[in-house]
């Protein structure tokens, strides 16, 4: 190990003054997420493999996380041998997955595609992040205010299981809104 970082940014900072070939990267963390980092990470860093380390074992998330760019994906309740070894996988050009979260992603292959059922006004306000307006923004222009998108942003976020505005607007992203 050649440093730790507690958020998304520090991690490209970290990234860029010791140049590791693996990092172990957590989805949930302040400021810049772990989808993003990851995204920022492999756009700015092409040689440094991402695997990531998360209690997160839902089909959105580890779409997302792979489609950021992360070439393998553990969980946090993983053997402490298990997670070295995808360590040393990752470093043999290998893509380890967790039998989990494998699993997860194999079920939602087969399972029909339902998108969770947003209100009218909920899918205005994802399209709007999406575009990367600020909830005052977003208050402005559909002229409610800023309370309201607030609670309208926090409905969405449990009905497509998202914490964050950035796992929102590529969630709005991925299905099409």
Request: net charge negative; proline share 5%.
């Amino acid at each position: 190990m050649v440093g730790d970082a507690d958020d998304g940014q520090g991690v490209l900072e970290l990234v860029r003054s010791v140049r590791p070939d693996v990092v172990l990267m957590d989805l949930q963390m302040p400021g810049t997420d772990g989808v993003t980092a990851t995204k920022l990470l492999v756009a700015e860093e092409p040689h440094v493999e991402v695997l990531v380390l998360t209690s997160f074992s839902d089909s959105e998330r580890i779409v997302a996380a792979l489609d950021a760019g992360a070439v393998g994906y553990l969980l946090k309740d993983a053997d402490p041998d298990d997670i070295i070894a995808g360590v040393r996988a990752v470093a043999r050009g290998e893509s380890p997955l967790h039998p989990r979260a494998a699993r997860e992603l194999l079920l939602s292959r087969s399972r029909p595609r339902q998108r969770p059922s947003l209100t009218a006004r909920e899918t205005d306000v994802l399209r709007l992040v999406q575009q990367g307006l600020a909830n005052k923004q977003i208050a402005r222009r559909l002229e409610i205010s800023e309370r309201t998108v607030k609670a309208h942003l926090t409905s969405a976020f449990q009905r497509i299981g998202v914490v964050d505005r950035t796992q929102a607007a590529l969630w709005a992203e991925r299905h099409g809104l």
